[in-house]
């Protein structure tokens, strides 16, 4: 993963840019950041939008970054990805062997190198694979960005598999932050294969028994200052072996983004970039798994959304496997340009200590979601041997009877949370 | 609620005093308590026990206080209640009407004072006077210990019924503490009648649905100092008209305490003061209680138990409705001398840093339960215009894998945790 330089900030406009039509900007623009991209020559599809009042430029230069450029502050600030990247990756992929690709992780995947090789396309291999690559390309844009390290533990599970647990507490910029792997392997009773979808197919097992294996990689960072805002991602592949040995499969997954304080900007980027990866590959993903994601971080004793949301799906095993996993591929390539612009924005932005406070209660909403609502934490305690509650936040607050006061940016929050917006 | 003063604490004898014999002490102590306490002249019920390599003397003072020493740190110290208050209390509970004891609550009862007066036999009545008289009792005796005042507020829920809700945030001693009066009234569904109560009973309603009452008196106390254990206590009435106009009735009810570290001495008041108001009702009480305890505010997950215990009961509708209200009536007025000596005696402890994170951590542990187990909560969220959450401390924190050192008093904490202890 690459990171243009800050130095490539610009100041490239005066205020009377904004009175400009998007469609006369775009000839402009896209000479203009030819011109100071000087490792670039080309660039292509570069888009403007108008939100909240800003110009956005949407750019992919010929290295494949992915450039956001705003009017924010009259200043052309840049985030940028790696859309195309992933087009590097794959030939990268198909090119080098398991070995060679094991080399960028963090550690050796819980699966034997030697197993993964000979079964090399098998979906299993293929998801574990993803997840590794998931894990190491997010913790080093977290290292890069805090300057801490992260701890890694590999553990194993004496009912079968493991995981790959990176942490890092209390680091410069992130308070908590986790990336963490884990593949299950293992027998479930037909009930208990019954919780784990949230739909209705019943599966048959042998004497009732399930062999299945559960694999999937899953990230929440709690950064200090709270005008950087949490996130949380998590992308999972199940199969489960029948009575008759065919297979179940399906993916799951999501990522979503609990700010303290509302910036519209932030969230237009972090759900265009979801967007973005979802219209690729069905035109209703985004908006289906948008409100699912709002319906799922659903906090409903306190009425709110856990935070601006995001994306999220399950059971999701159609057109076919293979485009299925492209989807998810193309997910888990947008966790580090949906969040990683947000975090280098806010990284110097002071704060009051009420903000602090008001970010600390809304951890406690934080916890509250995780301890009683949410299916991935019931679906790991109810698995011996595995590592949960890794989500909670370092600190937690709950203040008796807290109301924001009207007006305040306290209050815009929590109506934002009481009523999900439309970002994109 | 009177207490002695703290000029009563006398270093009384020296080390060669652990070496007598319990039935040695008894009359030396007699005469030497009747001597320091000038106030008094008689002292009845002394009793010694020994625990823990410390010999605690237990007496009751002409004024009905009991008073508490121990040889401790070779210093008696003075620990001290009101068991006798409540027969004072039983006497002045009858001479007086309802208006004349509702002077001393925080504010009016929730049920307006004309019904009370009116229907001044029924258990409902009997109840609400006493959960509004526990209420006062012990707000009192914390604000006067704390120095710090409670905020009252008073709501009504449009469904049925109200409450009275006593809160300190940020105190000097308390860092949140809550004292709260609940009358509950409204309809039930027979599934709703039957998840309240424990047992299996069957509950049939008109149409499906039962008028209920449910009023209860319940207390969380968190304290700033780490060395000061937090206390959790509810006693409750519930009563369900059935289709055919019958009453089900049952009393529920319990006090626990919470330390951060282990107190022995501490322990045993708190158990021995349950065990001495248990005892007056039911030779098996407190055990039976005490065992209930230990596995109701259990943390599954993490295989702990959320502090030391206490005693716990639910659906207590035997041998007879006033025998069972008059037990209710000796546990609610434990709840002062179980925990204010506590306070007291740690009040001016000092501690470092670590131990105040390891209160955090306990926390943590104490949230999980709440939001997770607590059936409380659950039923509370389950009435719509309810108070709930009330419960959850000002601040936690979950560590990343956190585990003590071998052999430090964290780790013994953990080891009591793990393996529930007799401590009477």
Redesign the interface.
């Known amino acids: 993963m690459q990171y243009l330089s800050q130095r490539n900030s610009r100041s490239l406009f005066g205020p009377h840019v904004r009175n400009f039509f998007a469609h006369e900007l775009l000839g402009v623009v896209s000479k203009i950041l030819s011109s100071f991209q000087t490792s670039v020559t080309h660039l292509s599809k570069v888009s403007l939008k108008s939100h909240a009042h800003r110009t956005i430029c949407l750019a992919i230069n010929s290295s494949g970054h992915q450039l956001m450029y705003h009017t924010g502050s009259l200043e052309f600030q840049r985030a940028e990805m790696a859309t195309k990247i992933s087009h590097n990756m794959k030939k990268k992929e198909k090119g080098q062997s398991i070995t060679e690709r094991c080399r960028g992780f963090l550690t050796t995947p819980v699966t034997d190198i030697s197993v993964l090789e000979e079964k090399k396309d098998e979906m299993g291999t293929k998801m574990e694979m993803l997840i590794m690559e998931t894990q190491a390309e997010f913790y080093k844009a977290l290292e890069e960005v805090d300057g801490g390290t992260f701890?890694v533990?590999k553990w194993e599970r004496k009912e079968g598999g493991g995981g790959i647990s990176c942490?890092m507490?209390d680091g410069n910029v992130f308070e908590?932050a986790?990336v963490d792997v884990t593949v299950l392997l293992g027998c479930l009773t037909e009930e208990a294969a019954k919780q784990m979808r949230s739909g209705e197919k019943v599966l048959k097992g042998k004497n009732g028994k399930l062999p299945f294996c559960a694999m999937g990689v899953s990230s929440v960072i709690h950064p200090k200052n709270p005008h950087i805002p949490s996130v949380h991602f998590n992308y999972r592949y199940f199969e489960i072996k029948e009575e008759d040995g065919s297979k179940q499969w399906w993916f799951g997954g999501g990522t979503d983004l609990t700010p303290v304080y509302i910036d519209r900007e932030d969230a237009f980027l972090f759900h265009n970039t979801l967007k973005e990866a979802c219209d690729k590959h069905h035109p209703k993903y985004y908006a289906d798994f948008k409100k699912w994601c709002d319906r799922y971080f659903y906090i409903r004793?306190r009425g709110e959304t856990r935070g601006i949301g995001g994306i999220f799906f399950d059971d999701l095993d159609s057109p076919n496997q293979e485009e299925v996993f492209n989807f998810i591929k193309s997910c888990t390539r947008t966790v580090v340009p949906c969040y990683l612009p947000i975090v280098k924005k806010h990284l110097n932005d002071s704060f009051t200590q009420e903000e602090k406070d008001w970010q600390?209660v809304r951890r406690?909403r934080y916890?509250?979601f995780n301890?009683?609502y949410d299916r991935g934490i019931k679906f790991g305690?109810s698995m011996p041997g595995c590592r949960?509650?890794?989500s909670?936040?370092?600190?937690?607050?709950?203040?008796?009877?807290h109301e924001p006061g009207k007006g305040s940016r306290e209050a815009e929050m929590l109506d934002v949370l009481r009523n999900p917006k439309e970002w994109v």
Do not use: C, I, N, S
């Open positions: 701890k533990d942490v507490q908590k986790g004793h600390q406690g916890v509250e301890l009683m305690l949960v509650l890794m909670l936040p370092l600190t937690a607050r709950w203040e008796f009877m």
